[in-house]
């Protein structure tokens, strides 16, 4: 008797159905309701903030460019092989197509993230093109942000130019503090009339102006006074309720000095 009353009872907790994920989550809702008054009163930004049921960094919209970069085999291979390649044109460009063209996306981004941040520019513009011919490529301001960004830092006009050549075409507009953060590096490497050229196509963006981006630039303009008067010209302009500290008179006249000593 004992032995048919078990066999009975795992046989009707077999035929259950397992509770569906949208029931889960009436259930979680209800109790949330009963247990927190925010989400009585409909407080939404209480239950994203503290009960989120998916992660926006795994979210499908969120851009390849800024997820996280994990090199996998393979890429490591073509890594070190590019690298080795690199002084044999012919050679480097026949593993490309036969081996680079191959990897999967994943590892691609990350060889092209990485040789980034090793500031290997010939290598990076090699894989910038390779990118550029996938399938799945899509324009993106944060792939062409952080390729003029190591462009600027290693001094690589003609590149930039190119590069911002390639963005022009394909219709990519930079958000404000983007548009900083590259007129920045331009200017913290020595290059202020790049910089200026793109502080220009700044100005002309459909993005409304904020006023962080232009203190960015501003204390990047100090050792260039005359361009820095523009465009504190520019943001008063802008936002007349606002103010800007300028500096000592004396520490432009420093950052000249140290500028002509360069010269020489």
């Known amino acids: 008797m004992l032995r048919l009353a078990h066999n009975l009872v795992r046989r009707t907790s077999s035929r259950t159905p397992a509770p569906s994920p949208s029931s889960l989550n009436f259930s979680v809702c209800l109790l949330l309701r009963n247990t927190f008054p925010q989400c009585q009163q409909g407080d939404c930004s209480f239950q994203e903030r503290y ?32 690298k080795r390649l690199r002084s044999h044109p012919l050679r480097l460009d026949q593993f490309i197509r036969s081996n680079v063209s191959r990897l999967l996306k994943s590892d691609l981004v990350a060889v092209l993230a990485e040789f980034q941040r090793q500031d290997q520019v010939f290598l990076s513009m090699k894989i910038y093109d390779v990118v550029r011919k996938e399938i799945w490529y899509r324009p993106d301001m944060f792939f062409y942000r952080d390729m003029l960004m190591m462009l600027g830092r290693n001094k690589k006009v003609d590149e ?15 958000d404000q503090h983007t548009f900083g953060d590259i007129i920045r590096a331009f200017l913290d490497n020595g290059l202020p009339l790049e910089a200026m ?41 802008l936002f007349p309720d606002m103010i800007i500290y300028d500096p000592p008179e004396d520490l432009f006249e420093d950052q000249e000095c140290k500028r002509e000593n360069e010269d020489d």
């Open 51 to 82: 009960f989120s049921w998916g992660s926006k960094a795994s979210s499908t919209s969120l851009s390849i460019w800024r997820r996280r970069k994990e090199m996998g085999k393979e890429g490591l291979i073509a890594a070190k092989e590019l």
């Open 160 to 174: 930039a130019k190119q590069v911002w050549g390639d963005l022009k075409r394909e219709e990519v507009l930079f």
């Open 197 to 237: 050229e793109i502080y220009d196509e700044m100005r002309q963006s459909p993005d409304p102006p904020i006023s962080l981006p232009f203190r960015v630039i501003l204390k990047g303009l100090l050792p260039y006074p005359e361009l820095r008067e523009k465009v504190k010209d520019d943001f008063l302009e």
